[in-house]
């Protein structure tokens, strides 16, 4: 059973960084496709970024430019740099493990950016 726990999150001003971590157990790392996902208040959990096995990437438009998604697989760790942060940035992030027969889901953690 695969387990992720996420880290990382906290307040920050306009302007700020964070370094999210999500580290997985229980799994075959290097063989999943890793991804951020984040849910404010009142809305739909949405896609921020994806890295594949083979390390390739993929952002939101809302993202692109700011955020970076990385691996580490002898880690186990996948990673979320968020850089020039905004206050619509504000949400729970999750981090998605995905085999070709399912996802999972770390617990989040929670991003404000608010002054």
């Known amino acids: 059973q695969v387990q992720l726990v996420e880290s990382g999150g906290g307040l920050v001003q306009p302007g700020g960084s964070l370094r999210l971590s999500c580290l997985a157990s229980?799994?075959?790392?290097?063989?999943?496709?890793m991804g951020w996902h984040r849910q404010a208040p009142g809305a739909q959990r949405e896609l921020v970024a994806t890295?594949?096995?083979?390390?390739?990437?993929n952002y939101a438009d809302s993202v692109k430019g700011r955020f970076t998604i990385s691996r580490d697989n002898a880690k186990n760790t996948v990673y979320l740099q968020m850089n020039s942060l905004k206050p619509e940035d504000t949400a729970v992030y999750y981090c998605r493990y995905s085999t070709a027969t399912r996802n999972y889901w770390g617990q989040g953690t929670q991003v404000t950016v608010s002054s």
């Open positions: 229980g799994g075959i790392f290097r063989a999943a496709q």
């Open positions: 890295i594949t096995t083979g390390g390739s990437t």
